[in-house]
């Protein structure tokens, strides 16, 4: 597998943290002062989660110098869809001009892992030879949903955001990893929009369970007990060494998280990229918007770790070359 395109959008309407100070009547420095982020972006009215998909999809294309029609695999991964359902991956064939039967469109969620997942699928269907050609879009509307009133110190460290990637078969190394810790399944989540609750007949626990709730520092205990030794095996079922790495590509969970990783990992700061301050936790779009940030940076042969953690409580990585 190789990825031969990278793309990426942010919306245009940017929100200061002083400016959500005010918007929700907040001390001034409080946002930030909780949150470590300085500024995220917004979706506007004329903006929703499908037309930034869309045209990070068209960046991608344009990256790898090729047109939508050279695509027959569409992967939507996403954290939170567009709607429940179908699934947003065809609404991105169709934004993209991608003919009726020229490619098969679907999801995965794995919700903050949505993107590394998505590669670990395209590169089975790409080795079976299922298919030729594979974008993968990562769109997230993350600003929805989130408790201001209760939680500002959670809700400050969300910005909206897409990014792509074309893959397509290629001498690369890809190596990944993923585990799943159940025991911390109610840390993050959405309860409400599924079949947990019945909105008719669940009334008041439907609206309860509409906003996301995370429990920080239990996340921050599970994933610092078992983060290094599942990098650990990473790093040596694809033969590398920490030092052998060129560019650590983490999930800009916030600020505060990236400088534990470096610490907890044994990278040099200079080779992870760190743009949470700047946008804020993007969900399943943060991984793919960093590697798009960074893409001057990556070279021919560029040994790339991308790494993170998601609602479950799971542990993902992935050791590409590019």
Same mark, same amino acid.
């Given at each position: ?175 990944? @990893?993923? @585990? ?40 921050? @205990? ?101």
């Amino acid at each position: 597998m190789k990825i031969i395109g990278i793309g990426s959008y942010l919306p245009t309407q940017r929100r200061s943290s002083e400016h959500l100070d005010a918007a929700y009547d907040l001390p001034s420095g409080t946002v930030f002062g909780m949150t470590g982020v300085r500024s995220r972006s917004f979706c506007g009215a004329d903006e929703n989660q499908v037309t930034m998909g869309v045209a990070a999809a068209q960046a991608a294309l344009a990256d790898a110098n090729c047109g939508a029609g050279d695509i027959d695999l569409v992967i939507g991964a996403s954290a939170v869809p567009y709607q429940p359902i179908p699934a947003t991956a065809p609404a991105y064939q169709a934004g993209l001009g991608i003919a009726d039967g020229a490619a098969f469109a679907f999801d995965v969620n794995a919700t903050c892992l949505s993107f590394l997942t998505a590669l670990e699928v395209c590169a089975g269907l790409l080795a079976r030879g299922s298919c030729r050609r594979a974008l993968v879009i990562a769109s997230e509307v993350a600003s929805r949903a989130l408790p201001w009133e209760t939680h500002p110190e959670i809700a400050g460290l969300f910005g909206d955001g897409a990014a792509a990637v074309v893959i397509e078969q290629g001498e690369a190394t890809f190596c990944s @990893r993923f @585990r799943t810790y159940p025991s911390g399944y109610d840390i993050c989540e959405i309860g409400a929009g599924g079949t947990r609750f019945d909105f008719r007949t669940q009334t008041e626990a439907f609206a309860a369970h509409s906003l996301f709730h995370m429990d920080g520092k239990a996340l921050f @205990r599970l994933t610092s007990k078992t983060f290094v030794p599942f990098l650990d095996h990473l790093l040596h079922a694809a033969g590398w060494e920490r030092s052998q790495v060129d560019l650590v590509i983490p999930h800009q969970a916030s600020p505060m998280a990236l400088r534990h990783l470096i610490r907890q990992c044994g990278f040099g700061s200079d080779i992870v990229v760190d743009i949470s301050a700047e946008v804020g936790n993007q969900i399943a779009a943060s991984i793919p918007y960093a590697l798009a940030h960074a893409r001057d940076r990556l070279k021919p042969g560029s040994r790339v770790l991308m790494l993170g953690t998601s609602a479950g409580v799971s542990l993902g990585g992935v050791a590409v070359t590019v």
